[in-house]
Each structure stands twice: as C-alpha cells, then as structure tokens.
C-alpha cells in the first residue's frame, strides 16, 4: 500500500497532510500518536469513508481514488472499528456468514440458508475457528465478553477475504488479561502474506508485534520507524509528554 501526499482538510483545518508512506506487503505497521492526531481520519481515508482533498492511495499497484468503502472491501481492504461494532442479537458464526457471503458478491441476508457444503459456509466456519471462537461459533454476540466480540470483528474480515487490515485500536476496551491473546490473534492474521496497519496508543503492547510504527502528530507523520528506533526518538518521546511508549 503505497500514500502520497494524503491530506484531508475540512472547514479551514488541516487534520491531516502530506502524509508519504509505504507499507509492503505482509508487513504489520503499528500507527500511534496522541488523541485528536489523525489516526481514524487516516484510517476512513484508507477505507474510503472519507475522500482526501490531497493525495491518493494505491493498493496493490491499483489507485483507490473514487472507490468507496464496499468496493475497497471488495479488492481486499477490510477495517474495524475503534468501537466495537457488532451485532448483538447475531452469533459470530452470522456475522462471519454474512462477510464470506458479501464477498461472494451475493445479496447478504442473515436468515439465508446455507448448506453445510456451501462455500461461504466453510469460509465462516474457518474464520470462526480461525480467532478462537469455535465454542462461542452460535451465542448471540450480546453473551460474549468484549475482547471475544473484538474477534468477531477480526472473523469477519476474514471470512471477508480480507488482505489487508486496518485495525483501529483492536484492544480498546478489552481486560488488560485478555490483550496478549489477542496480541497473538493479530501475529496470526499476518499468516499467508496478510498486511496489518494497526492504530494503538501504547508502544509496550505492538512493540513485539509490529516491523514499524507510524507517529502521527497534529496531521503530520512525525516519523516511522523500526520500534525501537521510535521508543528513543527525542521528538516522539516530547510529543508523549513524558508519557510511557
Ligand atoms: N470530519 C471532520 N470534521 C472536522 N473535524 C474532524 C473531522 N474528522 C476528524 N476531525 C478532527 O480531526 C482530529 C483528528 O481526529 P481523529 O479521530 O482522526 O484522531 P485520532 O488520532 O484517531 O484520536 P483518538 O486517539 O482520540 O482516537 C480531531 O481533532 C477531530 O476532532
Ligand atoms: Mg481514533
């Protein structure tokens, strides 16, 4: 995935610019920066929820401009939320049903029959097995604990055919016991060649995780770096305000 000079400007401010960045596949890039730093926006931009009035986005050799958030889906590009969004009624073998049925490019409906030997019931089911939910596969979702609802997300962009990955700030809001599971969840997904940008605030959580960390800072990409380069960084460790990396 390659950004140029991605910028989004909107009533008169810059809340993001000139953002030049080149993630390879299968790598997995970590993006932090303190609150209100752009890090979403760069997310909606890359997922096509927001259009950038600066720049473009190629994925795969393939301009993203003019291509909203399904199509982009549909090339590869899937995302999470910041906050969770699943449905609660609806058991995390539905929503991984409905991902690998979209993907097929049918009308999703989450009552449509499948049969055991349909193909976007064998991808949901192996999404399903695939974040460790196998067990919880028919609970309604609104009966699982919060880190087991992040992993529906993550099978759904399985189930999705999804290649590269967007997560914005996978752990929030998940029992701090509950992070190194899903830590080892995300070094999975890498598997197979997948590409992860992932937005997290704490540097100790992707720093065993991530080849390189992206610092966003009032819009700007400050730096982007190996971890360790980042964590002694001057500037990144000042804009941190003496907060731990
Ligand atoms: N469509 C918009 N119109 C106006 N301001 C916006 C818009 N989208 C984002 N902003 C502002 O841009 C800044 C960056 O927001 P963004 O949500 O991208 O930050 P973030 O880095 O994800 O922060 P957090 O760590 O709190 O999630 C914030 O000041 C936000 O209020
Ligand atoms: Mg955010």
Not at 39 to 47: C, E
Not at 116 to 144: C, F, I, N, Y
Not at 212 to 231: I, K, S, W
Not at 232 to 241: E, G, H, I, M, P
Request: with cysteine; net charge neutral.
């Amino acid at each position: 995935m390659r950004l140029s000079g991605l910028g989004f400007r909107v009533g008169g401010l810059d809340i993001l610019q000139d953002v030049d960045l080149e993630v390879a596949q299968g790598e997995c890039l970590g993006v932090i920066g303190p609150n209100g730093a752009g890090k979403t926006t760069l997310f909606n931009l890359l997922s096509g929820l927001l259009t950038p009035t600066a720049g473009q986005v190629e994925i795969e050799g393939r301009n993203l401009a003019g291509l909203g958030p399904a199509p982009r889906a549909r090339l590869g590009l899937g995302r999470t939320f910041q906050s969770s969004t699943v449905f609660a009624a609806l058991s995390p073998l539905d929503h991984a049903r409905l991902a690998a049925l979209a993907r097929a490019g049918a009308h999703p409906h989450w009552w449509a029959r499948l049969r055991p030997g349909d193909p976007a019931q064998g991808l949901a089911v192996e999404a399903v097995r695939a974040v460790g939910l196998e067990k919880l596969a028919d609970r309604p979702v609104a009966a699982l604990s919060h880190g087991d609802r992040r992993k529906v997300e993550l099978a759904i962009l399985l189930a999705g055919g999804a290649r590269t990955l967007l997560l914005d700030e996978p752990m929030a809001g998940v029992n701090r016991e509950d992070v190194p599971e899903l830590v080892q969840l995300i070094a999975r997904l890498r598997q197979g060649g997948r590409t992860v940008l992932m937005v997290e605030h704490h540097m100790a959580v992707v720093m065993g995780l991530v080849d390189r960390v992206a610092v966003l800072h009032h819009g700007r990409l400050l730096t982007c770096g190996t971890p360790e380069e980042v964590a002694s960084d001057t500037t990144v460790q000042a804009v941190y305000l003496g907060d731990p990396l």
